[in-house]
């Protein structure tokens, strides 16, 4: 929320400089996220009086101006607003100054030949105002020579981060009401003086939505002169980043930002009938004041007449009905709204404003009467009128809350002591009221407040919490016990072994496209869809890590990135059965572009392919530790997976430690990713835990004969995975075989075809003794025998 630093001393009476009162609000728990000095983006332009003006030699619609800076010798500026005149004081940019509006540096330039020193400026130039159609001018009295800032007045703008919990604080008076009681000043009371009605109301109001709408208060002004509202209140409001419109109009965005109570004003002759409040029907429309049509549910709170509707309450009012410059006659609105409901609307529709803001978090109920006597009075003021009678219907919620508080909380739950007769002060100013025994009472303002807890925040804040001492936690006595639980130290081991291993971690959202989300989305598992996004482009839970790695596979590619390694640790989001969340851990890798740059020793750049992508699976299994020796290369790794060139790892035939491969061109097209990718996904969860073991390891013992290697050859159908092979030698004799390895696959001249050639290197582990001649013969018989089972015959 913005305001001007006039604004505010217009509700605080202070002398506080402006770093006093930025440091102020940050130690209250206000967040200062930036103080503007105007000053700055004015400096380098002066007040300056216009001496002469001829027309240009070279063109009809300029001028060459002799201006008087009051800095010696007159300075000769081109310029072609229809204004420049002998005698005009304005203001004038000279060479070396930034004009705001288009952020470009004035220099001494020539100008159809004639040389200019500078730049006389206009209202929107400065960004004080609209008006483009002349250079501003100044009273004629206006001292020559000022510098502009100084002569216009440098007036701070505060921007403060205002957190959902404070509703209270999105209006400049509830800052206010805060800096006071922080004891920075004074707060001011609010001059709202009852207006009374000269007439009756001459249209019916009432609430036929007394749950969305519970309180509806208004009434007509008649005789009213739309136009420009004054120049003070335009500077507020353009302090605030709001464009003044017209008076109606900023009237009522003015008591909105200054006293957090929105309001509406409506042009009467646009309306027919009775003013109300009701439910909104199916398919109904309405063309708000931002140009777009809104298609309207039963859910949805309106203010509609007898032929239709005319607001979608509490967040954007229509455009047909809205004031302008020929209204006369103004129905002002002033509600309260349900908040719940007004947050649901505004969801569904997309559809945000200031008025819903300050809705869904909770307006004052209480401040319904004094923000209507408010308006009327500033109408009457700026646009003359006169009032009616006030229509009041329903009622807003007016439960008082008290809360029993115990000073003694502030040490117990604060952590510093304050002495009571502060708190009760304290507690006063920001608007609470309590009783000898300590009951206090809630101000309406304050619906964030439900506990002793809250009470204890508000005075630790406002005595401040640079005050509260640092203590430490306390420790037991004796080695300290290890922190880390086993899932976090599987992942630090993890993310140090991929590391190691030269990928380079990535860190995304946990949200994506809902696009980007179905395309990885686990057959029958649903996707989880926020309510209430960051965005729309991240409205879904990440089903898989995948998506991410590959948009930041896209960004760096785009970039110039010839190669990329970049695995992300996280969890992935399924919706399991019963709508339950099932969040798994997981860990992606995604190797994109060249494996190898073109060099001398290789040639062509080399890209990856889906082995590159099994050896990180692999050795990424195996510092997790997954038993990798037993892993079976099974399919399906996807249909986002090349079929012919992925696979997964399982554990038996049902458990998937892991899917990699390449992946489909299907894929990276909808991702937009030029590069072939291979990808892993390791299901970390889908690891098997391991078995409980004694405190210490056994002593480790080496073996103390020589180990003995073995050769075999066989001729095996050409589809049959050589790790199936593997696996069957090492199980023919696990006393004595202790390592296989596939040393070669030959398909040539001598093998049949439709078979191929796997050459195996067996390594055997004696025991006691050496091995004889029959013990080997029986065990490359066992060997032998395990092949056989699965088609492997033993080449001669």
Avoid at 41 to 57: D, M, S
Avoid at 678 to 702: N, S, W
Avoid at 729 to 736: C, E, Q, S
């Amino acid at each position: 929320m913005k305001f001007s630093l006039t604004w505010l001393k217009d509700h605080l009476d202070t002398d506080a400089s402006v770093e006093e009162i930025a440091a102020k609000l940050n130690a209250i728990g206000l967040e200062v996220e930036s103080v503007e000095d105007p000053a700055a983006k004015l400096a380098g332009f002066t007040v300056a009086r216009v001496l002469t003006a001829e027309r240009h030699p070279n063109a009809d619609k300029l001028q060459v101006l002799s201006v008087d800076t009051g800095r010696g010798e007159p300075l000769q500026v081109v310029c072609g607003a229809p204004n420049a005149r002998a005698g005009l004081v304005g203001v004038l940019g000279l060479p070396g100054a930034v004009v705001p509006a288009g952020g470009f540096e004035l220099k001494k330039s020539a100008i159809r030949g004639v040389e200019s020193n500078g730049m006389m400026c206009s209202t929107r130039e400065l960004e004080l105002g609209e008006d483009h159609d002349g250079i501003i001018e100044l009273p004629a009295d206006a001292p020559v020579g000022m510098p502009f800032a100084e002569y216009h007045g440098s007036d701070p703008v505060f921007d403060v981060a205002i957190t959902p919990n404070r509703p209270d604080c999105m209006g400049v008076y509830g800052i206010a009401r805060d800096l006071a009681a922080a004891g920075l000043g004074t707060l001011k009371p609010i001059a709202a003086q009852a207006v009374p009605g000269s007439f009756a109301c001459p249209l019916p109001i009432r609430t036929d939505d007394p749950a969305g709408c519970p309180a509806f208060h208004g009434r007509v002004i008649r005789g009213v002169k739309n136009g420009p509202s004054p120049d003070w209140m335009q500077a507020r409001l353009q302090s605030a980043g709001q464009r003044p419109i017209s008076a109606l109009v900023d009237i009522t965005n003015y008591v909105m930002l200054a006293y957090g109570r929105p309001a509406h004003a409506y042009d009467l002759a646009r309306l027919t009938g009775a003013i109300f409040a009701r439910r909104a029907h199916d398919g109904e429309t309405v063309l708000a004041l931002n140009g777009k049509e809104y298609t309207l549910d039963s859910e949805m709170t309106v203010i509609a007449d007898d032929a239709g509707v005319h607001d979608i309450a509490g967040i954007m009012g229509g455009e047909h009905s809205g004031c302008s410059d020929t209204t006369t006659d103004v129905l002002l609105e002033v509600a309260y709204f349900d908040p719940v409901r007004i947050g649901d609307t505004g969801r569904k529709l997309g559809l945000t404003s200031d008025a819903r803001q300050r809705f869904e978090r909770g307006v004052d109920p209480a401040f319904l009467d004094a923000g209507l006597e408010l308006l009327t009075t500033l109408i009457i003021e700026i646009c003359g009128g006169e009032a009616s009678e006030v229509i009041r219907a329903g009622e807003a919620p007016s439960g008082t809350k008290v809360v029993a508080y115990d000073p003694a909380l502030s040490e117990r739950l604060g952590g510093v002591a304050i002495p009571e007769d502060q708190q009760r002060a304290t507690l006063r100013a920001l608007g609470f009221a309590s009783d000898a025994r300590w009951n206090v009472v809630v101000p309406s303002w304050r619906p964030d407040v439900d506990g002793a807890p809250d009470l204890v925040e508000e005075v630790v804040r406002i005595h401040g919490l640079d005050n509260v001492a640092s203590v430490a936690l306390p420790r037991t006595d004796g080695v300290a016990r290890p922190t880390a639980s086993p899932a976090q130290k599987l992942e630090r081991k993890l993310r140090r072994a991929a590391a190691a291993r030269g990928l380079n971690e990535a860190v995304t959202w946990s949200f994506l496209p809902t696009a980007e989300a179905e395309a990885f989305a686990e057959a029958g598992s649903d996707l989880w869809v926020l309510d209430n996004p960051i965005s729309e482009d991240m409205k879904a839970m990440r089903p898989s890590l995948l998506p991410g790695l590959l948009s930041a596979a896209k960004r760096n590619l785009d970039r110039g990135a010839s190669g990329l390694r970049l695995f992300e640790l996280g969890r992935r989001y399924l919706r399991g059965a019963g709508g339950h969340s099932d969040e798994r851990l997981t860990l992606g890798v995604v190797l994109a572009g060249e494996k190898a740059p073109r060099g001398w020793a290789n040639g062509k750049a080399q890209a990856f392919d889906a082995f590159d992508a099994k050896a990180e699976a692999l050795a990424l299994l195996a510092e997790a530790g997954a038993p990798v020796d037993n892993l079976q290369v099974m399919g399906e790794a996807g249909e986002q997976f090349h079929p012919g060139q992925s696979a997964t790892l399982r554990l038996g035939p049902k458990t998937v430690l892991a899917r990699f491969g390449m992946l489909h061109p299907a894929t990276l097209k909808a991702f937009d990713v030029a590069a072939p990718v291979a990808a892993v996904e390791l299901f970390l969860d889908a690891i098997p835990g391991k078995k409980a073991a004694g405190f210490a390891r056994a002593a480790y013992a080496p073996p103390a004969l020589q180990a003995v290697t073995r050769d075999f050859a066989f001729l095996v159908p050409a589809d049959l995975p050589a790790g199936d092979l593997v696996r069957a030698v090492r199980g023919a004799d696990k006393a004595n075989v202790v390592a296989v390895r596939l040393f070669d696959d030959f398909r040539g001249q001598g093998v049949p075809e439709g078979h191929k050639s796997l050459a195996i290197e067996v390594t055997l582990q004696p025991g006691e003794k050496s091995y004889d001649e029959a013990e080997l013969k029986a065990i490359a018989e066992r060997i032998t025998a395990a092949a056989a089972k699965l088609g492997a015959v033993l080449r001669g």
